[in-house]
């Protein structure tokens, strides 16, 4: 049979693993812009140095040794004569055309991208925080603007170099916003003239509320805590303009800043608008409970990209209904709503009368604030445009995600348990990472959801070539856990509250325990072990975003080191 291609997105690795396991019978080709998949729940960790960068990042040929990978971008989706058009590194540096790659069954699985707004400066001045680069390039400069603070006489440069600005306050935004401050404070110990008061730490929300994925009481908790730091937290606020890294907010306040991190949401990625196939009004693949393309043969979708009916919504919406009685029960004997809700009252009417101005959500287009993208993996038998890689990024996987990291472990299970089909299978994708949403009428573009569609995806296209029935995709939410810097966390997991020290421990325990391949779990583990002997590493690598200017100065090029 011709072979497809599958490209890169939130719940490709993990499929294309499954795929794997039909390997005599089928090809399988994977289609992704990088040769690794980023586990986004660690991006945080690598901001502030507590992960190596290249220990966040699982090699595709180590995991996916039986499959084809192609390293490159599908650009258009012909279905009809079933090729896929992939732009791959030869071609762009020939200049030659794009390829095509012929599929029997395809499997999009591109993941999601940052989604920004029209913010005058958000372009020029916002720094995302998305893929491992990202991360790093972030760490490097929020020491780079101590560097430019300690030997500058400008009290305005100064004051603007120590003020960082983070806008969302889902997953992402709050779990980066915590370690970068918990590492600049502690970086400050060896600047002789930087005080760590005299850094300025804003995050910007525009509902009346942080972590919305970790419920009320939990999200109330980490305000508290982020607030108790001197974290300057802006509820039912928004982001007017960054114009000459100055950000103005919409309560009239002005805050000239350096730094500029947008972890204010995620949308489909734009690969899908071409791909011929039906999409939601929120630019996502429709879908059937099995994770067929709906109305389409031989097509498959999971991940972000994927519109999947949630065939628990209404059993949750039970549960949830039940829980909202039981707390009214206890509102009723305690007298009111909690501190937390009369603190943030005033917010959620400035939020609710904005949101009718103006309905973006602010953590993204498919789901509730705070909900985020999603790390990448691989994906299943199929072809899907390549998109960067994984999380939100963060934002922060449910407890009983099962993330692309146990492709390794999942190639080597049951080999010939389904062989009897035949034919040539291409994926990518990427896994992600956010938190449960409401009761709702399809799934959450999250990771909880990604990787365990990816599983059902696999089986299913196994059964679809063996011709027997396939499942349909059920999951049932466990909890979400969120770290908020060293030794601090809030979790909430089946329906069981811990903040402090043990969060910190089971979100640290959780993600190593589904971290990809036993290397870099040892490799995670060491670091961590190492990290509480020793102090923590405050070394700024910015060069290596320009490894030739040392060589181009030298040749005579004027080229001279900048600051970002």
Known sequence: MPGADREPGDSGAPAAVGAAEQRDAVEIVVVSPDPYMTYQPFLPEAAAGSISPRHVVVPLRRVLPHCRLVIGEVREIDHESRTARVVTLATVETGSEAIDIPYDEIVLAPGSVSRTLPVPGLAEHGIGFKT???????????????????????????????????????????????????????????????????????????????????????????????????????????????????????????????????????????????????LTARGRVRCTPQLRVAGVEHAWAAGDAASVPDLTAKRRAERHGEVKRGAEHESDRDGGASEGDHRSGDASERAAHRERANPATPEGTDGPPGASGTPSAPGERASRPAPSEAADASEQAELPAEL?????????????????????????????????????????????????????????????????????????????????????????????????????????????????????????????????????????????????????????????????
Not at 254 to 264: D, E, K, Q
Not at 412 to 436: H, M, N, Q
Not at 460 to 472: F, V
Not at 527 to 532: A, C, D, N, P, R
């Open 132 to 278: 491992v680069e990202e991360a790093i390039g972030l760490r490097n400069h929020v020491l780079e603007q101590l560097d430019i603070a300690s030997s500058t006489r400008d009290p305005a440069l100064r004051d603007a170099a120590l003020t960082f600005v983070f806008v969302g306050g889902g997953y992402a935004g709050v779990e980066a916003l915590a370690e970068l401050e918990d590492m600049a404070r502690y970086a400050c110990r060896y600047y002789h003239n930087i005080r760590p008061e005299e850094l300025t730490f804003l995050l910007v929300e525009a509902s009346d509320r942080i972590l919305p994925e970790v419920g009320s009481e939990m999200g109330a908790y980490a305000l508290r805590e982020l607030r108790a730091r001197n974290i300057d937290v802006r509820l039912g606020t928004r982001l007017e303009s960054c114009e000459n890294r100055v950000a103005l907010l919409d309560d009239g306040s002005r805050h000239p800043a350096r730094t500029l991190v947008w972890t204010a949401g995620v949308k489909p990625h734009p690969v899908l608008a071409g791909t011929g196939f039906p």
């Open 404 to 564: 692309p990291e146990n492709a390794a472990a999942m190639a080597g299970e049951d080999a010939g348990a389904r062989r009897s089909g035949e034919g040539r299978v291409t994926s990518t994708g990427r896994t992600g990472r956010a938190a449960e949403p409401a009761p709702a009428t399809e799934c959450a573009p999250n990771a909880q959801h990604a990787v365990r569609q990816a599983r059902c995806l696999a089986d299913n296209i196994a059964a679809s070539l063996t011709g027997r029935p396939l499942s349909d995709y059920r999951h049932s939410y466990a909890g979400s856990v969120a770290s908020l810097g060293l030794h601090k966390g809030v979790a909430h997991v089946y329906g069981r509250k811990l903040k402090g020290y043990p969060a910190w421990f089971m979100h640290r325990a959780y993600h190593l325990s589904r971290v990809p391949t036993f290397n870099r779990k040892a490799r995670v583990l060491s670091e961590w072990v190492l990290s509480g002997l020793f102090k923590r590493e405050i070394v700024s690598l910015g060069s290596l975003e320009h490894p030739r200017a040392e060589f181009e100065l030298a040749a005579g090029t004027e080229r001279r080191p900048h600051a970002s």
